[in-house]
């Protein structure tokens, strides 16, 4: 036999062989291909591990927009209100005067579990230690995506950006989310839910104290919203080199109804606007904090204030948040009920759907000052 045939029998008979042999590989391929393309965009995140020694030139604010941290002082007269408490008048007075004179509260006795509290709060920290090739597989820049890992605030618009990741989930109806929720860690889905369900209960609570605040039946602000979804951010502010440069997120109101935020009990970072001065909230333990969003702010005709508030970071440790937004129903009218604008008193705001308003505050960037309420004012 000649040797070019010897070669070409051993060629023939070696290449089922290589092709099974290829075929072999192509998970592990596609799968190392994968893992470096997930390395490649975990630089987007700030919690991927890296310890940064100096701020990134894209989170560093212009000089005159700065935390000066300096000046803020440590507000310890947060009204904290007792949910536990017999006396409903007494605490339906403080709900209206915490509404008006603040825009935020603290709720204490408030019905929802400790060991709930606890859970939610292991599974989120669990979350945000998982390595960062397992949280970039859920990453997007989409503000309409309903579960989506991101970072400072809207990436594609902002100029300057927030030292903060957050993990994004719509809550509500659960059984139509949880599905995509995160399997990792393996007790998210059942936690977060429990978590989720507690704190609908004690917004829904909180709504119609607010409503009997304001003079009204109950259940009116309920039913203005309509059947109204729930939002949570569960916010990560990693160690920042040099806090005073930037935020982990600038001064904003919310677009939504009601905040119930859940607070680090051992790491603050929480200010609110009060009378033109920024303000820490020390925070309270086993208290959340409720924020008057702006919804709520339309609904009360303008009488109640959707609070100014700011997230600032700082250079020793991590912090982290959990915020639920309750959001009227897309095309629900926001307007103030007839009982508010009686007498000679004027509709501050026009009507709109919140759909539409949603649409208008995605379109803007987080840190402008002039509050989108401001384009729906009469
Ligand atoms: O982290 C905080 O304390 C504030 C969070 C916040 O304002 C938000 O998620 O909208």
């Known amino acids: 036999m000649s040797i070019e045939r010897m070669h070409m029998i051993s060629l023939t008979s070696q290449f089922p062989c290589d092709i099974k042999e290829s075929i072999r590989w192509v998970p592990l391929l596609s799968f190392l291909l994968r893992q470096s393309s997930l390395s490649k965009m975990a630089g987007k995140v700030i919690s991927s591990g890296f310890r940064y020694a100096a701020l990134p030139e894209s989170y560093v604010r212009p000089v005159t927009d700065r935390p000066n941290l300096s000046l803020v002082s440590n507000c310890d007269d947060v009204p904290v209100i007792d949910f536990g408490s017999a006396d409903r008048p007494l605490m339906v007075r403080q709900i209206g005067d915490a509404c008006r004179r603040y825009g935020f509260f603290q709720v204490i ?5 400790d060991e709930i509290v606890e859970r939610m709060q292991r599974v989120g920290r669990e979350f945000f230690e998982l390595p960062v090739e397992e949280k970039m597989k859920l990453y997007s820049e989409d503000p309409t995506k309903t579960m989506r890992l991101s970072t400072s605030f809207n990436v594609q618009k902002e100029q300057v950006h927030n030292w903060r990741d957050y993990l994004r989930l719509h809550c509500y109806p659960l059984d139509q989310y949880t599905p995509e929720w995160p399997s990792n860690p393996s007790s998210f889905k059942e936690d977060v839910a429990n978590y989720c369900r507690a704190v609908r209960d004690l ?43 930037t935020y982990g997120l600038p001064g904003h109101t919310d677009p939504n109804a009601l905040t119930i935020l859940l607070q680090d009990t051992l790491v603050s970072g929480l200010q609110v606007l009060k009378d033109g001065q920024w303000l820490a909230v020390r925070p309270h333990p086993n208290a959340f904090v409720i924020n008057i969003g702006d919804q709520l702010e339309a609904v009360s005709n303008g009488e109640y204030k959707s609070v100014w508030h700011r997230a600032v970071v700082n250079s020793d440790k991590p912090r982290m948040s959990i915020a639920s937004f309750l959001c009227p129903c897309n095309d629900t009218i926001i307007s ?8 000679g008193t004027k509709a ?12 208008k505050f995605w379109s803007r960037n987080l840190d402008q000052k002039e509050h989108c309420l401001e384009f729906f004012k009469n």
């Open 203 to 245: 917004g829904m609570r909180i709504l119609e104290g607010i409503s009997e605040s304001l003079g009204l039946e109950k259940e009116v602000i309920i039913k203005i919203l309509g059947d109204q979804g729930q939002h949570m951010a569960i916010n990560h502010y990693p160690v920042c080199p040099e806090p005073e440069l």
């Open 109 to 113: 006795n408030h019905g929802v579990p």
């Open 348 to 359: 501050v705001f026009k009507k709109f759907t919140y759909a539409e308003y949603y649409k």
């Open 336 to 343: 103030a009920p007839q009982e508010l604008i009686e007498g």
